[in-house]
């Protein structure tokens, strides 16, 4: 079918010619960038100050006493059946930090890290997998959770989830 508005019989007539009214348009986008560079730095340098702060509060030295051979621990005030759910397997960790082979140097600002994720994400409950190895950071690490604010329970990891060699922890994340 042919279109009828542009009529064979005028083939002399030019493609500007037949289009000499027509105006261009005016571009009246605005492309915005994404956050500039330094103000994602400025966020970035912010998280970090918050976990250097936080790495202030963590002593190396605070030693816990744990009742049991494993290391457990239920906050003030907390539900005491959590722990019993804990150990059941009843929470599914939802993020994973793997510290086995680290230092202590290491391992601490990345335990902070997750931590720090886990209240900003609104995440429940996570999982550290600190290994057999030496048995340093076994040791450690419920050193630390123990004087953390917004750790409110902790227990050696179910057979499924690492064990004797992992820890589930429960983090307070607000209403």
Known sequence: MRDKSFPDSAPEQTFAELFDDVQPLTQDKVVFDKQPLSKRRAEDDKQQRQINSADN????????????????YLAEGSDSHLLKRLSRGDFAPELLLDVHGFTQAQAKPEVLALLHACVNERIRCCSILHGHGKGVLKRQ??????????????HTAPRALGGDAALLILVRVGD
């Not at 509060?57 to 457990?72: C, I, V, Y």
């Open 141 to 154: 690490i419920p050193n630390w959770l123990v004087q953390h604010p917004q750790v409110e329970a902790f």
């Open 57 to 72: 509060l963590l002593s190396d030295n605070f030693e816990a006493h744990f009742p049991d051979e494993k290391p457990t």
